[in-house]
């Protein structure tokens, strides 16, 4: 039995119900498809964001909850595949996903987190999570990275909030080299011949000031990704559901392996994006950016700032408009170098 849109009573009328009628005609097209087999499809599907129950599929067709991003994208995009109509995925799942933001999903409000100033500054808050809170939330991402004799030293720093029912115990992270993004085939060849080590990274992390330890789940010549564990020899430290913590966790690669790009991939509900990056004066550097997301490529909408301190070129670019899958990419080019760019 197909289930039956609520009723105004249940939901009544407003975004979320928009929302919700708008998804029960898209199951209509579909043809009504059980809930265990849409899941199963989501399951099996390996290009999809994120599992679904047949219990959440449920809520949501009922209103009971409006959903992370990343569920009811890859809910709509199995519907949408099984619709006699065969729309676009994409064009689907871009108009579902404003009829979520007008819905209350995140990232809505405003963020409370004063912007750094400096590399060492330490993160400031807390900020204030509103929508859609049951999720683990990144309320601010400062992203910065240092350019000096031949290295690039990366800092991460993201204010996590944990709006699920459960504690948090781990959390991912990728590290992904590119030294000719242009040429894929031969920075391929070349990773292939100067593969990125665990040793040269030197990883380290930390947690509301204590130290993590770390495991390794993807090994490959240019990418690396990792759980951040929430523990280290003296013990345990979990992100309990309703708390904060600052996350921390750095590295450093050489110019050999490092293209000239640097980019911020949005995994997680995001509320704020700050970047930082800098350069010796002397190399004359200029940058320019980038935002890709599913559906397009553009120019960042906000200038990237320049400012020179102490013999510095520092860049920095700041957004509270995040959004779920998107890519942000600051490049560069130093003007007095006579080198080739080699990448982005």
């Not at 949501?60 to 995925?89: F, M, N, T, Y």
Request: contains cysteine; glycine residues 6%; charged residues 30%.
């Amino acid at each position: 039995m197909p289930l039956p849109l609520p009723s105004d009573a249940d939901l009544p009328d407003g975004p979320h119900r928009a929302l919700v009628v708008d998804l029960h005609h898209l199951y209509r097209r579909a043809g009504y498809p059980g809930l265990k087999k849409i899941s199963n499809e989501i399951r099996d599907r390996d290009d999809l964001p994120d599992a679904v129950s047949h219990e959440t599929i449920s809520k949501i067709l009922q209103g009971e909850v409006l959903p992370r991003w990343s569920k009811l994208e890859s809910l709509v995009r199995v519907l949408a595949a099984w619709s006699v109509d065969r729309p676009i995925a994409d064009t689907e799942a871009r108009r579902f996903q404003e009829l979520w933001h007008a819905a209350g999903g995140l990232p809505v409000g405003e963020v409370t987190i004063s912007s750094l100033k400096s590399i060492d500054e330490p993160l400031m808050g807390p900020a204030v999570a509103t929508g859609d809170e049951h999720d683990l939330i990144v309320e601010h991402e400062d992203a910065r990275l240092s350019f000096d004799s031949g290295l690039y030293r990366c800092a991460i720093r993201r204010l996590l909030y944990n709006g699920t029912d459960e504690p948090v115990t781990r959390f991912p992270i990728e590290i992904r080299v590119d030294r000719h993004p242009k040429n894929a085939e031969f920075s391929n060849r070349y990773h292939r011949d100067h593969p990125l080590t665990w040793d040269e990274l030197e990883l380290v992390a930390s947690c509301g000031g204590e130290p993590m330890r770390w495991a390794a789940f993807t090994d490959r010549d240019a990418l690396k990704e990792v759980w951040l564990l929430f523990e280290n020899e003296q013990g345990h430290f979990p992100l309990y559901p309703g708390q904060r913590t600052v996350l921390t966790y750095g590295w450093t690669v050489g110019d050999d392996k490092w293209g000239r790009w640097f980019q911020r991939a949005i995994r997680r509900p995001t509320l704020r994006l700050t970047v930082g990056i800098d350069f010796p004066a002397d190399l004359r550097p200029t940058a320019w950016g980038t935002r890709s997301s599913l559906w397009n490529d553009d120019i960042l909408q906000t200038p990237i700032q320049e400012e020179l301190v102490d013999g510095r070129s520092v860049f920095s670019w700041q957004t509270d408009r995040v959004l779920l899958q998107d890519r942000y990419t600051i490049e560069w080019r130093f003007r007095s170098d006579a080198r080739s760019p080699g990448g982005r």
